[in-house]
């Protein structure tokens, strides 16, 4: 039986970061958590980009734009969309994961998903470095892992 998986060594990867400043006082904290999470991983700090969008809903436009530039190892997707009392919430989440989702089978690279879908502020700040961690560390450990196993011979052919 041959098993191929990925490891949390960044040494050798080069990661983009997608933030959207929309409740910033959420993003911000998953920022810190994703970058803190892809140095302590051997990311190197000139090897990390950070790009600021609007919301949630531009994310995609930026991420595919990156991801189309092959200079990335992989990306993370970062944000916090709260429900309303509308359907604006649906639509944004759903957009936004779709374009994200359609960005890294496109161009084969692996992008952390760190946006948010929450109902409420509460759940929005612990989600981000509170009670229940921070979904920014979460997603660049993803991102490490996945773009270790994409590395893999087997995995190039």
Known sequence: MRIIEGNLNGLSLKVAIVASRFNHFITDQLVKGSIDTLKRHGVLDDAITLVWVPGAFEIPLAVHALASQKKYTGLVALGAVIRGGTPHFEYVCSQAI???????????IPIGMGILTTNTVEEAIERSGTKLGNKG?????TVIEMATLLQHPLLND
């Open 137 to 141: 560390e979460e997603a660049a450990k």
């Open 98 to 108: 779709q374009g994200i989702s359609k960005a890294s089978l496109a161009y084969k």
